[in-house]
């Protein structure tokens, strides 16, 4: 699976949207993004995923790059329960057969 | 969503214990099940890769005898821990994913082992 790259933290105030950024350049065509997110202590939750269009759903909105080297997660309006490390991941299988190799992700604080 | 359940939540037991973790998913048929460890200010580790009715695929490091996966039907995946040390201390954490492609694992919330 193609590596990720991600700040290690962010700041964001809550209510304001928060922007995370994943680099994948070496992401292959069949390859697809997921996020997901751990809250501490609690198992990783799913947020998103995608392959070559953006995708939204009631958690997030994904953009995914032209090119599929980079995406950026949105969550429209922040709330303090949002605090929690999100992962990049891309995954060949989409998602089901193979394990996640999941990197360190980016600690995303909402100040309130 | 998908649910997965975990269980239980947290265990505290003596060295030389054996361990016994179930996952169960709730309202899907899980064929794939995975499970990881976290170690504190670390990232998910997986451990292994069972599919309903067969055996398990360890990843490299990981002793298969030491940590004994059953997947024998389409709802229950269960990790046992033997001979449990202190070293293997640890956040275990499953998921499981169904038949439907492309669709992504769902994680139950983890058990907290410590072992005295």
């Known amino acids: ?112 | 969503g998908a649910v997965v359940s975990q269980h239980p939540s947290r265990v505290i037991c003596k060295s030389g214990t054996s361990v016994k973790i179930e996952c169960r998913s709730l309202d899907f048929q899980a064929t794939t099940m995975f499970w990881y460890r976290q170690f504190p200010k670390q990232s998910l580790m997986l451990m292994a890769t069972s599919n309903e009715g067969s055996k398990a695929t360890y990843e490299q490091g990981v002793e298969k005898d030491k940590f004994l996966i059953n997947h024998a039907s389409l709802t229950l995946s269960t990790l046992t821990v033997t001979s449990a040390h202190p070293e293997d201390s640890s956040f275990y954490i499953c998921s499981a994913s169904g038949r439907i492609l492309n669709q992504p694992q769902h994680f139950g919330d983890g058990t907290r082992l410590s072992i005295l």
């Open chain 1, 1 to 112: 699976d193609a590596k990720t790259t991600q700040p290690p933290s962010m700041d964001c105030a809550e209510g304001r949207a928060a922007n995370l950024p994943c680099n994948h350049s070496t992401i292959s065509g069949n390859e697809y993004v997921y996020w997901y997110r751990q809250i501490h202590s609690q198992g990783p939750q799913y947020i998103i995923h995608g392959l070559k269009n953006n995708e939204t759903n009631e958690m997030a909105s994904l953009i995914i790059t032209e090119d599929r080297k980079s995406s950026t997660l949105i969550l429209p309006h922040a709330t303090l329960r949002d605090t929690a490390v999100y992962y990049c991941i891309v995954n060949k299988s989409g998602g089901g057969a193979d394990g996640l190799t999941f990197g360190k992700g980016t600690h995303l604080i909402i100040q309130p």
